[in-house]
């Protein structure tokens, strides 16, 4: 299983990554309004009397997103070691930078539960809870079968029982090679298929509380690979989440990472979209990059956001690897439109 606190271990190499729901509604994007809460027997209840656990029907509303999916203002995320389920990493960020983040992004390895604790604690210190969830030990294929259903219907009815809302990465950076649910372990048919079966697996339970996130990696370093196979369709996604970072491997500006991938997405799609993991190395650069990131998030009222890797893994992404670093994150998000309150934005 992932590690949820840590980015997984088994990333791109480093020398590339320096480079219906009730019965009346038809299964459309977290948009939709879908039934909730109150589920039969818990994971653990039910895995000693060797059944699965049945969700029992919907008796409520769920958490309504739609006010989440397109704020006047930005989001502004971090990915912290230990965090959400413990939030020292996110406090000690906030003191250094000088802003709250409102989005907390976290790691669920296929397999493991529904990390209810953190996530409504993201959501109490006021962040939206934004999962990558990753099949590392299943195939697309068994996925989109149906193989998984026992444990995709335990993790849907855990994040309906909790009703805060979560955004969902499925599968990211799916168009590179180097995941085992990427390029050279799956193709895009499995993608889709995979993508769509969960989406209408958490719809036929009334899990309405989840906003669906489709996010490629920058399609730089393998220009070849074309992204509109791999799109579910618009019913089925909510936001387009863009990977990239800022290396010594590219020239880091944001129209080169992000705008050749974006300029392709636009073809056939206009879902908002938000920069889903970001960072830059240590060095010279860093503070023009931060600077680069955050004037340009700005300026596009199509992007929602960015969320920053704020570990230090590979390489030190932490916003305060220096002081020249820290200054020019802390001077860039002070802007007035970064951050806002999620639960009244």
């Given amino acids: 299983m992932t590690d949820s606190n840590t980015r997984p271990g088994a990333r791109l190499p480093v020398v ?8 009346l509604v038809l299964p459309l994007a977290a948009c939709d309004l879908l039934g909730e809460k109150n589920i039969g027997p818990t994971p653990s209840a039910a895995a000693a009397s060797g059944a ?38 996110v406090d000690e960020f906030t003191a250094k930078a000088g802003k709250k983040p409102n ?31 990753e099949p590392f030990t299943v ?30 990465s499925f599968a990211h950076e799916f168009n590179g090679g180097w995941y085992e649910w990427g390029t050279k ?3 895009a048919a499995d993608f889709v298929a995979a993508y769509q079966h969960l989406h209408d697996v ?37 936001w387009v989440g863009i990977v990239a970072y800022y290396t010594h491997l590219e020239a880091g500006t944001f129209d080169t990472l992000y705008t050749p991938t974006l300029t392709q997405i636009r073809t056939f799609t206009q879902k908002p979209w938000l ?22 998030v700005i300026k596009r009222p ?18 305060d690897s220096d002081p020249q670093a820290l200054s020019s994150f802390k001077q860039a998000v002070s802007d007035g439109r970064y951050g806002f309150d999620v639960k009244s934005p």
């Fill in 202 to 238: 958490f719809a036929q339970l009334g899990v309405g509380q989840v906003i669906w996130v489709w996010s490629p990696n920058s399609i730089n370093p393998m220009p070849a690979v074309a992204l509109k196979p791999y799109y579910p369709g618009d019913t089925y996604v909510d």
């Fill in 139 to 168: 195939s697309l294929a068994d996925i989109a079968a149906g193989k998984s259903d026992d444990y995709v219907k335990r993790y849907a009815a855990g994040i309906r029982n909790a009703n805060v809302p979560v955004a969902i």
């Fill in 185 to 187: 372990h799956a193709t």
């Fill in 103 to 133: 989005m907390i992004e976290f790691y669920s390895g296929w397999g493991d539960e529904y990390d209810s604790k953190g996530a409504r604690n993201a959501w109490d210190s006021g962040a939206l809870p934004y999962i990558a969830w």
């Fill in 16 to 23: 590339v990554r320096l480079l219906a729901v009730a019965a």
């Fill in 52 to 89: 699965a656990a049945a969700p029992a029907e919907p008796t409520g509303l769920p958490y309504d997103v739609r006010p989440l999916l397109k704020p006047a203002k930005k989001y502004l995320g971090i990915a912290a070691d230990g965090a959400p389920l413990s939030m020292a990493a």
């Fill in 302 to 319: 199509d992007c929602l956001g960015f969320i920053w890797f704020n570990i230090n893994k590979e390489t030190n992404w932490r916003i």
């Fill in 275 to 296: 920069i889903a993991e970001t960072g830059s190395e240590p060095g010279a650069r860093k503070p023009a990059d931060i600077a680069n990131l955050a004037a340009n």
